[in-house]
């Protein structure tokens, strides 16, 4: 997979993709990562990438002549005739959808994608108009500018694809994870949680000391009762999406046990 980040800040790039995970799938030639600077797309002394918005108000605007030209320069169709399920652009933007894990997993079937990272009051409309397939935000905050975005999907993308992770099946049972009635079964002999994450919340994890400060790990999990276990693990993603994150439990795949555990805990 093919990553093409188009910034007036490459070096931003230098440290985000240097370690664990993600420096490991672009050593492993995974993935790859083209980091393109606009600047070296103008044309004048200054090698202006900005200017005043047309209409007054503050702040200066990404101007669109740098950015067409770097997308040229990589080589992509046309807008109208681009194969979105090969190659895509994307304008980080916090105007945009909201980027979640399922996005994440629909881009990681795709070959090519470019990121446009904006910077000062954003980018040119005309853009996001002829050159971009979606508008993605990565939350409900402003930041400075689209690297930061850009360097969130790129490491969500990455470790979903085949071959990143050490254990394929780490991405399968974590938060947010869609439900699969195949993962019902013991998996390499570790009691899951039913069904994957099911788009819930992932359950507490914990490792040695058995007691630390004071705190003990739950009995359960040193007993070693699978069925005991997954009951468990099962509970606690239910109890901390209904505390953390309510509003995901209304897209959950709940059975009726699921459902009966939550009635409980909303009784208090
Ligand atoms: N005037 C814009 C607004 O109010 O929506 C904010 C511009 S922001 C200061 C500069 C750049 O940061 C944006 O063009 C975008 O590329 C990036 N950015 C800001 N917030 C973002 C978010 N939540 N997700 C993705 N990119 C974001």
New binding site residues.
């Given amino acids: 997979m093919q990553f093409e980040i188009l910034t007036i800040f490459p070096e931003f790039f230098t440290s985000p993709f240097r370690h664990g995970v993600l420096a490991r799938a672009i050593d492993g030639g995974i993935v790859k990562v083209g980091v393109h600077d606009l600047r070296a797309f103008t044309h004048d002394r200054h090698r202006t990438v900005d200017d005043r918005p047309f209409g007054g108000g503050e702040g200066m605007v990404l101007k669109p002549e740098p950015i067409f030209e770097a997308a040229q320069s990589l080589a992509l169709a046309e807008k109208s005739a681009r194969d979105t399920k090969r190659e895509t652009v994307i ?6 959808k909201r980027f979640t894990q399922s996005v994440a997993q629909e881009l990681a079937g795709i070959e090519r994608v470019v990121f446009i ?7 040119d409309e005309r853009v996001n108009e002829l050159l971009c397939d979606r508008e ?11 690297e930061l ?1 850009a360097a969130v999907i790129v490491d969500t993308v990455t470790r979903l694809l085949p071959g990143v992770l050490g254990n394929a099946d780490s991405s399968r049972f974590e938060s947010f994870g869609k439900a699969d009635g195949s993962l019902e079964n013991l998996v390499a002999d570790v009691p899951r949680s039913m069904h994957g994450a099911g788009g819930l919340l992932d359950y507490p994890h914990y490792t040695r000391p058995p007691v630390f400060r004071g705190t003990a790990v739950p009995e359960v999990l040193a007993g070693g009762d699978h069925a005991a276990i997954r009951k468990w693990r099962r509970e606690r993603q239910l109890e901390k999406t209904w505390r953390n994150r309510p509003d995901l439990l209304a897209q959950a795949e709940l059975s009726a046990e699921d459902r009966k555990f939550l009635e409980r805990l909303s009784l208090g």
């Avoid at 993605?136 to 689209?146: E, F, N, R, T």
């Fill in positions: 304008l980080l933007s916090a105007q945009g990272c904006g910077r000062y009051e954003g980018v993605l935000s990565i939350g409900d905050y402003v930041l400075s500018g689209g975005g």
